[in-house]
């Protein structure tokens, strides 16, 4: 019996992708660069700012002018960091669930702590989330299995009693690494050319609650 369920955070538990896309065209304003359309941006919102100064400005991390935009980029996500993220489809509602049926839900993402937390808190479930696990929480992000063991000692449950849901590679060979059985969102960011039959997930969903399906594997 699943006891517990994880999520990622960006494409999964929040679309972040507007208020993504607003700091990557707010960073190439700053160059006198038009801004890009959502639908572009969207893909990358799962790659943190390497993926979207990659798709903003076609640059890579050893680029020396990666440092200076992302400064940009995530001054200004900071201070903009909800005002257009809202949770995907029927997520309040399958967190409802969750919590009458007993079942501990947290988050496990690459996002650092410094955006994690505040963007939790603005969405109002900070406080009900039994772990806020974020990229710098431990020594290794994902696709380590660090975080999500870490994930399981905080909550209380073992590997085997966990869901996790995710819209990317990188997620599911985290739920592998640790055990856990992974799904797919298919509601998040994972793109049209996604090979995803090679994730080795053990589901997918196109709704959040259609998660509950999976709590009795």
């Known amino acids: 019996m699943i006891k517990g369920v ?7 538990f929040a679309d972040t992708a507007p208020d993504l896309a607003a700091a990557l065209n707010h960073a190439r304003a700053s160059r006198n660069l038009p801004p890009l359309p959502l639908e572009v941006l969207r893909p ?18 050893n680029h020396p002018d990666f440092e200076p935009l992302r400064d940009i980029f995530l001054d200004y996500y900071a201070k903009n960091i909800c005002v257009h993220t809202q949770l995907f489809g029927d997520t309040a509602k399958l967190i409802d669930t969750l919590e009458q049926r007993g079942i501990k839900w947290g988050i496990v993402t690459n996002k650092p702590h410094r955006f994690t937390v505040p963007l ?10 039994a772990c806020l696990i974020s990229g710098d929480t431990c020594a290794r992000a994902k696709p380590h299995p660090e975080p999500m063991l870490k994930a399981c000692e905080i909550i209380g449950v073992t590997p085997a009693q966990c869901l996790y849901l995710g819209d990317d ?3 599911m060979q985290a739920a592998n690494a640790s055990g ?5 969102a298919n509601f998040g960011y994972v793109t049209a050319d996604a090979t995803v039959e090679n994730w080795k ?3 997918s969903v196109d709704q959040p609650t259609e998660l509950l399906r999976y709590l009795t594997l």
Do not use: C, N, V, W
């Open 6 to 12: 994880l999520f990622d955070l960006d494409g999964t």
């Open 44 to 61: 990358q919102a799962s790659h943190g700012s390497r993926g979207l100064l990659k798709a903003g400005f076609d640059i890579e991390p």
């Open 120 to 129: 939790m808190q603005a969405l109002g479930y900070a406080d009900q989330a």
């Open 169 to 171: 590679l990188r997620d």
């Open 180 to 184: 856990m059985r992974g799904i797919i």
């Open 201 to 203: 997930a053990h589901g």
